[in-house]
Structures are given as C-alpha cells and as structure tokens.
C-alpha cells in the first residue's frame, strides 16, 4: 500500500481508506483493466482497433500484468489502473501477432501503422508512466494521487530518479492533477496531422523528479 509524507500527494480528496494498490492484475480482473483502458484511451486506441467490441478483447490480451497494477475497491472491483513501461515494453503490450489474432491478415499491417505512434521508450532512470485511468464513478476521490503516488513508490523501489508521463492537450484536468503532485512539464510536442486522428494537438512531457531523501522534489 503507498503511503507518502508529501503535502501534494494528499491532494484535495481523501480515497477511501479500503482501496488497496496492488502490483499486477487480479485473477478475473482481465476485462475490468481492459475496459478501464479502453473508457480512458479509447480515442487513441480507435484509429487503430475499431470499435468498444473489437478493441476491449485486444486490449485484454495485450495486458502486461508485470507493468500494471491495480486500485481495488473493498469488494474486489477494479477502481483504477496505473500502467508502466519496463525493458522497451509497455502495460498494453501490443505485439503484431496479437493484431493477426484479432483482425484480418489484410488490415493488421495498418492496424500497426496507426498504433506504432503510441508507442514511447523510457529515458535511463526514469520511470515512464503508460496510463493511469480511474473508473468514471469512483473520479474526484484521490484514487488518481495514489496511483501517482505508487507510481513513484515504484521508481524508487527500481533506484530511479524520475517518474514521466505524456498528457495530451484536451486533458487539462489530468495535467492539473499532475501538477498538484509536483509534475514539471519539460516540452510540448506537436503530433499534428495524426492529431485529429487521435482527437488531441499535443503532448506534454511531465517529470517529477526524486529527492534522496524519499521525499518528493
Ligand atoms: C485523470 C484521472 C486518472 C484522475 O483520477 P482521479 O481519481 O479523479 O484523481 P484524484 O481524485 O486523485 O484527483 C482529482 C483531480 O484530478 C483532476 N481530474 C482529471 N480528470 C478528472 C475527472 N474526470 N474527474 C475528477 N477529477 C479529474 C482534477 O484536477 C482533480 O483535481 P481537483 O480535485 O482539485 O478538482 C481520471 O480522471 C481518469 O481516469 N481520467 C481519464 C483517463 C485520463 O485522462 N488519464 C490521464 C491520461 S494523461
């Protein structure tokens, strides 16, 4: 469970005390983390994978248990998800085979023309962030700054130095979360014409760097 001494990571809402973050996916739970992803990034994934029907399964088979973990609710419910990327390798896995499993032999090559541009590599003694997404119902409770929270837990257990993540200009919310929770934006990079595709103009690289002393920056 996280727990940090930092005024940022308290944030405005308190989570539920019974939430629990645990590393990885629950057995069962493949289709809540699935569908959680797909409700947050289904404009990115749509280009690429179609429709809720055709994209949620894909998403399931892509799960990287080892690069996700999970805010369960007191009854077990997946509340949220905090992804990462580990050896060149993201928490939604998407390999090619996966693609010719799901879709015809004719449009997978496409399929991972438009998806390749969603892929990001982690810079040495980062922790490169790939998702975090709460369930729309359980919003606005600090389950988001907790997961933030863990995110870091994580880099540090791993002896990293940074924690960095992409926010995409349409979501001025998440970025004020990550703000809050010390984040510096280091550089906006326009993705333009392949922006209208995705449904955003931008990304912005945020950072929030470690202290030695196991506080924040
Ligand atoms: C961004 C997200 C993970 C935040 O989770 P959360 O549990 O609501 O976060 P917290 O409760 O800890 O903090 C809420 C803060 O996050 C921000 N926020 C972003 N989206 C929000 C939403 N839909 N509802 C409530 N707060 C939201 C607000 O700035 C809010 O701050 P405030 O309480 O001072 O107004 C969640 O809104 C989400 O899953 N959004 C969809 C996926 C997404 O955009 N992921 C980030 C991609 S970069």
């Not at 308290?10 to 989570?15: D, E, K």
């Not at 029907?53 to 998800?81: F, K, N």
Request: charged share 25%; proline share 7%.
């Amino acid at each position: 469970m996280t727990t940090l001494n930092r005024p940022d990571f308290r944030g405005s809402a308190v989570p539920p005390p019974d939430v629990r973050v645990l590393d990885g996916v629950p057995p069962g739970a493949e289709e809540a983390v699935a569908r959680l992803y797909w409700t947050a990034f289904a404009r990115k994934f749509r280009p690429g994978l179609g429709d809720a029907e055709h994209g949620v399964p894909v998403l399931r088979e892509a799960l990287a248990a080892d690069r996700l973990s999970c805010a369960i609710g007191p009854d077990g419910t997946v509340l949220g998800v905090l992804g990462h990327y580990r050896a060149g390798r993201g928490a939604i896995d998407l390999r090619y085979q996966t693609l010719l499993r799901h879709f015809s032999p004719w449009s997978a090559p496409w399929r991972a023309l438009l998806l390749l541009p969603l892929h990001r590599e982690a810079r040495p003694g980062e922790l490169l962030l790939d998702g975090i997404a709460v369930d729309p119902a359980a919003r606005g409770r600090g389950l988001g700054t907790r997961l933030l929270a863990h995110a870091v837990e994580l880099a540090r257990q791993d002896g990293l130095r940074w924690v960095r993540l992409g926010v995409v200009d349409t979501n001025p919310r998440a970025r004020a979360l990550y703000e809050r929770c010390g984040f510096v934006a280091e550089r906006t990079q326009e993705v333009s014409p392949l922006g209208a595709l995705y449904g955003f103009r931008s990304v912005t690289e945020m950072t929030l760097e470690l202290s030695e002393q196991g506080e924040g920056t």
